[in-house]
T-cell receptor, first 114, second 113 residues
Framework: GAVVSQHPSRVICKSGTSVKIECRSL??????MFWYRQFPKQSLMLMAT?????????EQGVEKDKFLINHASLTLSTLTVTSAHPEDSSFYIC??????????FGDGTRLSIL | QQQVKQSPQSLIVQKGGISIINCAYE??????FPWYQQFPGKGPALLIA?????SEKKEGRFTISFNKSAKQFSLHIMDSQPGDSATYFC????????????FGQGTILTVHP
């Protein structure tokens, strides 16, 4: 089946640091990738949608200057949390889909800001 | 506007029993109705999905029932096993470009041995 790899799986860093999370589709071309945020015992909240070669579309309330998304190729998207603070600590999950296909999710990145 | 309502919030079932989770939606533009399964510390995985042209789909122990007029669909897990213990999300899609999913609130299923 379709595989989406997310890296790193866990990161702990100091407040003020910028953190980059990678999302790769390993066996298909991902025309669209999505970034979600999930707090404990809650549902997934969509942060942004990105299409290869285009600027990401952010959901209402998500700061585009805080969460930088790059979708430079059909197999790679990155999310950079800039100047991270403790309130940015969360579980970040990416997903990818080919045209007309279902979304396939990565295993998430646990971000902890001290 | 809450477009998707999932119930129950949590469910405890004995091994071998039937687990039933429901999802009600408002957006009539939805045209794809999946259920995702998520284990702790992992991303969601597609479990089973249905299109609105059929009323039921079965894959092994998992069945989706779809009621278009009531705008509801449900997940039935037959012969529930402890390994089925996870969080389940309905996440219908449609009406927007790029295949954006609208996630329900989630149901924590616990299957006791």
């Amino acid at each position: 089946g379709a595989v989406v790899s997310q890296h790193p799986s866990r990161v702990i860093c100091k407040s003020g640091t910028s953190v980059k999370i990678e999302c790769r589709s390993l066996d298909f071309q991902a025309t669209t990738m999505f970034w979600y945020r999930q707090f404990p015992k809650q549902s997934l909240m969509l942060m942004a949608t990105s299409n290869e070669g285009s600027k990401a579309t952010y959901e209402q309330g998500v700061e585009k200057d805080k969460f930088l998304i790059n979708h430079a190729s059909l197999t790679l998207s990155t999310l950079t949390v800039t100047s991270a603070h403790p309130e940015d600590s969360s579980f970040y999950i990416c997903s990818a889909r080919s045209a007309g296909g279902p979304q396939h999710f990565g295993d998430g990145t646990r971000l902890s800001i001290l | 506007q809450q477009q998707v309502k999932q119930s129950p919030q949590s469910l405890i079932v004995q091994k071998g029993g039937i687990s039933i989770i429901n999802c009600a939606y408002e957006n009539t533009a939805f045209d794809y109705f999946p259920w995702y399964q998520q284990f702790p510390g992992k991303g969601p995985a597609l479990l089973i999905a249905i299109r609105p042209d059929v009323s039921e789909k079965k894959e092994g122990r998992f069945t989706i029932s779809f009621n278009k007029s009531a705008k509801q669909f449900s997940l039935h897990i037959m012969d529930s096993q402890p390994g089925d213990s996870a969080t389940y999300f309905c996440a219908p899609r449609g009406g927007t470009s790029y295949g954006k999913l609208t996630f329900g609130q989630g149901t924590i299923l616990t299957v006791h041995p």
